[in-house]
């Protein structure tokens, strides 16, 4: 795992990843299930990658997200979808949640886990409830949870950057 003075650059992609996601949710009046299809995949292929370089979460853990990012892309319907994101995001929400149980109060991103855990967990969840609304419907809520937790640890990324700085030298008078 990386100091936890590095740590703040693979948060900080993280964070910069779902905001983008999350705009482009935001901001695409009538999308396609194309649009959703090739929005999901490349959000889910683009936060394994982000994990991934964090090295806080297990390997699997990422493989299982792009495996549901690439099942996104694939498959091209809103149900098929809907199903990968509920299971990459399921898998990475159970595993932030178990790493910050475990570590909490011994590692800087434990709490921003348990944070994160429960809103990928709950974004998983209420995915099957909107399948039949289509892509508009399944963007908001992925966008939604997306724009949640990119400001999560967009926050915990500056205080990680913030608090790894070497404070400067005091002038001698």
């Known amino acids: 795992m990386p100091a936890a003075a590095e740590l703040w650059k693979p948060v900080l992609l993280r964070a910069g990843i779902a905001l983008v996601f999350g705009a482009v949710t935001i901001f695409w009046g009538q999308p396609s299930v194309h649009v959703l299809a090739w929005a999901v995949g490349l959000y889910l292929l683009a936060t394994s990658a982000a994990v991934f370089l964090s090295r806080s979460l297990p390997t699997a853990v990422s493989a299982v997200a792009a495996i549901a990012g690439i099942g996104a892309l694939a498959t091209q319907s809103d149900a098929g979808v809907a199903v990968s994101a509920l299971l990459g995001l399921l898998v990475l929400g159970i ?31 209420a995915l099957p409830f909107f399948i039949s609304l289509g892509a508009h419907a399944l963007l908001g809520v992925a966008g939604g949870g997306a724009i949640i937790s990119g400001v999560l640890w967009m926050l915990s990324g500056l205080t990680l950057r913030h608090d790894g700085r070497t404070p400067a030298p005091e002038a001698v008078n």
Not at 96 to 124: F, M, N, P, Y
Request: proline residues 0%; positive net charge; aromatic residues 4%.
């Open 95 to 125: 595993a932030e949640l178990v790493q910050g149980l475990r570590r909490r109060g011994r590692h800087v991103l434990a709490r921003d886990w348990l944070v994160s855990g429960v809103i990928g967990v709950g974004t998983a969840a």
